[in-house]
């Protein structure tokens, strides 16, 4: 239990997910752009005085597939407005924080749709130990190792200072121009209360931010993108001087049409990461339907909001200094994965040469 | 569902007994003397903002008896604290709430602790269904019946304007001096945003506020009380001057002390409310453990903090104003019952003449 480790006061905040289905039942016209903001508003209240943030993951996949896509856009904005002042604390790290996956029937089911029931949930929490290293023999010295290669791997990238990143595969020819005084992350970082955190477990990848406006041609993502209980297959999407020009899925199309129309910063990159196709992840095959496993699995990029904890000095940059070294601004974060054992990645150096970077998905 | 009325965002927050359980068995020290008032304050943010509140009681009432009682005392001591500003806006009706059963396992294992578990749950249903009136034929125009019979008799004392009441029953004297401009409140009553609610389901009660230094002599309890997942079994107290001078129970009385010593408010009548006997909660002859069906079966007094609403013009008084008239003011209003079939209660007038009110129990 958490507060074995000490933890004072734990405050439990439980989602319900057929109430969260109710909603798009029986709710009235207007509250489809409600949000709790009172609620958002206190959690970040929450986290400026001190308190820590454990997020258990392990929503239904598939749990507003059937609901209207439109409405379900709507909450989303409105979500994401209301929870933006809690995130920005978050993304800012001016507390420890970290989500964790936990299996779920309905997830599990999503995962091993062929499997009984009990067998599902069992092999989830099995892939969920593995990913998360928590079947070692001594689980806290091999994250303590992880966590030393995933820094060594953000250091190296961090002192050759390259301008750009350039991603090759099949259907993508992706120019990535990487943000004026960016800064590689990867594993834990210490945040500004002070204490260490892991953010994300698992965690694999090696990320900073793009350039908001320095991002040219297409790219297709690899794998299907579970957004908020929605699917979105074979996202296409090409980019002139930063901007999402062209977009389409095979499945979800609408839902993506929408995420990438809730601002301006929604059709722009806040995050680029590198994740080797060798990774535990990605060498289980699976696809886990949930951000946390998928995102670790292969290379990715983010639409929507950049972290400024990946610039040189960011927490102490206004938003304004921010956005002139190319940092996007957005109320949404959505990761999607553009990685395979099939994509070539080079990073592109100030003066212009090519490094190769990964081979075939794995790291040169 | 809620939203079939009309509701717009339902927003819900769901408590979780175990996990209620676990920070008795491992928070820190510290920890017991914390509450997360960034919820509370939410909430009361919420309430400002025009939010109603539907609250959903089905709590398991031996909880927390095998906890250590003087940690369980400093965590409603914290909670009651970071929870006032809310209550002050419930307590005043400031938006419209109403608080309603909902049978558990836990629940009905206490109340039916001989039957089978399902049997127990059903049962307890049957008591809920019946107690609201919900089996009628027509519950809707019952209910008008019933706020209508309510409001008759809180009417009539209120033409009265008795200075005080006395009641006498086996091991209870206690003469309770009423507030200056006090009123009778019963049923239903429209809240400051206009809606009309009855904040109790189900209801047989007529209350008002009695006054914080006139009550004098001994009341003995007539049923045990469920506080806060602890019993507190056969109270027995005595007033002088308003104030409680002596106290004692035949089991729970160290939670009771406790209770009491809470603020000097603690120690003192909130609330004075006349039930009959034969009111339909109390003709079951069964224990629910659960406030908001014991306090319809009896009459009932109130140690702690009063309703303004209990006050002629209430809505519109300092708290200045309301204590100079007799209003009570504490972090707890815990209701105990102390009527019987063997209670009877006569009306004090002004000038000091004797009304028979009520005789073994019943209205005269």
Redesign the interface.
Known sequence: ?P??A?????????T?EP?AL??FR???E??FD???S??Y???A??FR?G?ARLAVAGDDPWLLSHEDQEKVSRVNRATSKAYRPALELIARFETNWTIVPSATPAWAAAVFPNLPKDEALARLWEHIFSASRINHVDPVTAWKEHDANLHRRANHLNERRYSALHFRGPETDLRVGLADDHLWLGGGMTARNGLYCIANIPTEEVFTTPHKDRVEGYVTSTKPLSYKGTMIENIRVKFEGGRIVQAGASRGGEVLQRMIETDEGARRLGEVALVPHSSPIASSGLLFLNTLFDENAACHIALGHSYSSCFRGGAGLTQDQLASQGANSSLIHVDWMIGSNRMDVDAITAAGDSVPLMRAGEWV
């Open positions: 239990m507060t074995r000490g933890a004072s006061l734990v405050t439990t905040l439980l319900d109430a109710l909603r029986y709710g009235t207007p509250s409600a949000a709790p009172w609620l508003e206190g959690m209240e929450a005085r308190a």
